[in-house]
C-alpha cells in the first residue's frame, strides 16, 4: 500500500489509523490529539514525524501565523544577494497533502495547560492530549530603548527571522550609497544562530565588493570574541574582505539613536552608520513566557531531553531555539529540526503506553557562507548522559572545516533541499 | 563430514553474532538513531538531488563506510567528524535500518 492510499484509509474510518495504538492513553479511545504551535524547523518536523511514527494514527494539527516557511538558514545569500526569497520559500501543504497534517493558519494567544486548550487570534479554542510548541525567539527590544520608539523597528531592522525583514535590509544595502557604512551588532551569546551575524556580515562584504568597494561592514559584538568557527571567519576578513570587514568585540549596545542613525554602547564611543542591522538579546517566543515556561533566567524554557516535556507544565513539549539548551548545543535549525524529531518519537511513545528513547544521539551541522560559493562548516554530535540529565557532546567528534571551500558550498545548498524535504514535505 | 561440521558450527556463530548485534539496539531506536541522519540524507534515507541516498544500501557497505570514515581511511568534508560520535554498535543499528528501506 503506497503511503498516500494508507493516510485516505486512514482519515476514512478511524480504525485503520488506530490499529497500533492499542495501548492508546486517551480517553475513551478516541484518536489522540496533538498540537503543534509554530511551524519553524522544529516544529514542521515534529508534525510530519509524529503523523509517521503513529502510523498516521495520531491527529496533529499544525498552527502557524505564516502561509509559507521562510528558511533562515541561506536567507544571509538574500542579503548579499545570490539568492532570491522564492528559493528559501516552501509552501506548507505536503504536510497535509502527504502525512494528514491539518493546517490551521492563525496565531495562537493563549494556553491553558491545566485544561489543555490553545486559544486562538481568530477565537476559536482547540483542545490537546499533547502540545508541541515550537515558539522560536522574541527580541527583548526594551533593553535598547531607542526600538520602542514609533516606527524605530521599521528603519533598524534585526532580519533575524527570514521574511519581509529579509528583503527589507537587502533593500537599505542597495539603496545605501558607496562609501557608506554598514553595522552589524551582536547580543551576548546564547542567541539563535550563533554563526548568522558573521556570515551575514560576510554577504555584506561581498555585495560591496562587487557594487560598491569604498563601503565598510563593522561588526560590534558583545561577547568576548567570534562566538563561531572564528579562525575561519577572520580569515574570511583578512584575505578576501581586506580593508572591507572590520571586527570589534566587547560592544554591549545599549541604545539607538534611530533619527541620527547611531548606536550607544556600554563603555565605548558612539558609532553612526549608515545602515543599522541590530541583533538585540533574544528570549523564547512570547507565547512561552507567557504561558509561564521560560523558567531559566526568565528567558528560555527548561526540558527534560529525553521528551521535550516542558518541566514547568505537563504534557507541553517545547523545541528548538526557545529552549534551555544543553552544554554546547547551539540554537539552530538543524537542530531544532533533530529536536523535533526525538519529541515526536517520545510523544508518540507517551501517547501509545510504550517505552521512550533512554538514550537520544543526534548531531548539528551548520554551514557558513563566506562568498556566494565557499562555505565553512561546525558539526557536533551530541548524546543523552542519564547521570547528568542533558545531552552532552560526544568526545573526540564534530569540528570545523580546514578552509573554506566550494565542495561545501554544493553541500550546503544540498542539505537545504535535504533539511526542508525532511521538515515540510 | 566433519568440514561440513565446521561450516555448519561457523555458519551458526556468524549468525548468532549478526542476531545479537540486530537485537542489541531496540528498533525504535535504530529508527531515532537514523532519523538523526535524516535531516541531510533524506526522510528514512531517500535524499533530494546532490545528497548521497542511504535506503536500500546494503548493511555491511555502509557499516564499512562509516567505520572508514571514523577511522579516517577516506576523506570527508564532514563526516569523519560526525561518524566519530556514534558507536560501532549505533552504526550497525542506523545500517540495518537504511538497508531494510527499499
Known amino acids: 500500500m503506497k503511503r498516500r492510499q494508507f493516510i485516505q484509509a486512514a482519515s476514512v474510518g478511524s480504525s485503520a489509523g488506530v490499529l497500533g495504538l492499542s495501548g492508546c492513553a486517551s480517553v475513551g479511545g478516541a484518536r489522540p490529539k496533538v498540537l503543534v ?27 502557524e ?8 538558514p541561506i536567507s544571509n545569500l538574500v542579503i548579499g544577494g545570490s539568492k532570491s526569497m522564492a528559493e528559501i520559500t516552501t509552501p506548507y501543504d505536503n504536510l497535509s497533502k502527504r502525512h494528514g497534517v491539518k493546517l490551521v493558519q492563525d496565531r495562537v494567544t493563549a494556553i491553558d495547560p491545566d485544561k489543555r486548550t490553545v486559544k486562538l487570534a481568530a477565537g476559536s479554542e482547540l483542545s490537546y492530549d499533547r502540545l508541541i510548541l515550537s515558539p522560536g525567539i522574541d527580541f527583548m527590544s526594551e533593553v535598547i530603548p531607542g526600538l520602542s520608539q514609533p516606527g524605530a523597528q ?9 521574511g519581509p525583514q529579509t528583503l527589507a535590509l537587502r533593500r537599505q544595502l542597495e539603496a545605501m550609497p558607496d562609501g557608506g557604512v554598514f553595522a552589524i551588532t551582536i547580543p551576548l551569546a546564547p542567541y539563535r544562530c550563533p554563526p548568522g551575524p558573521y556570515e551575514r556580515a560576510c554577504q555584506a562584504a561581498l555585495y560591496f565588493s562587487k557594487a560598491k568597494p569604498k563601503s565598510k561592514v563593522l561588526i560590534l559584538d558583545e561577547n568576548d570574541d567570534v562566538t563561531s568557527k572564528p579562525a575561519l571567519f577572520k580569515k ?10 572590520e571586527y570589534r568585540p566587547k560592544h554591549k549596545v545599549v541604545d539607538v539613536d534611530v533619527k541620527g542613525r547611531t548606536l550607544k554602547f556600554e563603555f565605548n564611543d558612539d558609532l553612526k552608520a549608515d545602515v543599522l542591522n541590530v541583533l538585540p538579546p533574544m528570549r523564547a517566543g512570547d507565547i512561552a513566557s507567557r504561558t509561564g515556561l521560560a523558567t531559566a533566567n526568565r528567558r528560555w524554557c527548561e526540558v527534560d531531553f529525553l521528551t521535550f516535556e516542558s518541566k514547568a507544565a505537563k504534557n507541553i513539549h517545547v523545541l528548538g531555539d526557545a ?15 533533530q529536536h523535533g524529531k526525538t519529541c515526536a518519537a517520545a510523544v508518540v511513545a507517551l501517547l501509545t503506553g510504550k517505552a521512550v528513547n533512554p538514550l537520544p544521539v543526534y548531531n548539528n551541522t551548520c554551514y557558513s557562507f563566506v562568498s556566494d560559493k565557499e562555505v565553512v562548516h561546525v558539526a557536533s554530535v551530541h548524546r543523552y548522559d542519564a547521570a547528568k540529565q542533558t545531552m552532552l557532546t560526544v568526545p573526540g567528534s564534530g569540528g570545523v572545516s580546514s578552509a573554506a571551500n566550494e565542495l561545501e558550498g554544493y553541500y550546503a545548498l544540498a542539505w537545504a533541499s535535504n533539511i526542508w524535504a525532511d521538515t515540510l514535505a | ?16 553474532s549478526a542476531w545479537a548485534s540486530a537485537q542489541a539496539t531496540d528498533p525504535l531506536q535504530a529508527r531515532s538513531l537514523a532519523a538523526s541522519c535524516a535531516s541531510c540524507h533524506g526522510t528514512d534515507g531517500r535524499a533530494q538531488a546532490g545528497m548521497v541516498s542511504l535506503a536500500g544500501t546494503p548493511q555491511d ?12 581511511r577516506i576523506p570527508a568534508t564532514i563526516m569523519h567528524q560526525l561518524a566519530k560520535g556514534y558507536s560501532d554498535e549505533q552504526i550497525t543499528a542506523i545500517a540495518a535500518y537504511f538497508a531494510a528501506k527499499k
Do not use: E
Not at chain 1, 501565523?65 to 533562515?72: G, L
Not at chain 1, 521599521?154 to 527570514?162: N, Q, R
Not at chain 2, 561440521?5 to 561457523?10: P, Y
Open chain 1, 37 to 63: 504551535v509554530g511551524g519553524g524547523y522544529g516544529g514542521a518536523t515534529a508534525a510530519k514525524y509524529v503523523r509517521m511514527w503513529s502510523d498516521y494514527g495520531i491527529d496533529v494539527t499544525l498552527i
Open chain 1, 65 to 72: 501565523p505564516n502561509a509559507a516557511f521562510v528558511s533562515c
Open chain 1, 154 to 162: 521599521d528603519t533598524i531592522l534585526h532580519a533575524w527571522k527570514a
Open chain 1, 236 to 245: 574570511a576578513w583578512t584575505d578576501r574582505y581586506k580593508g572591507i570587514v
Open chain 1, 323 to 337: 529552549i534551555q539548551v544543553a552544554p554546547l548545543m547551539p540554537k539552530s535549525g538543524h537542530m531544532a529540526n
Open chain 2, 1 to 16: 563430514m566433519h568440514r561440513v561440521h565446521q561450516s555448519l558450527a561457523a555458519l551458526l556463530l556468524l549468525s548468532a
Open chain 2, 61 to 72: 557497505v555502509l557499516v564499512k563506510k562509516m567505520l572508514d570514515y571514523k577511522t579516517g
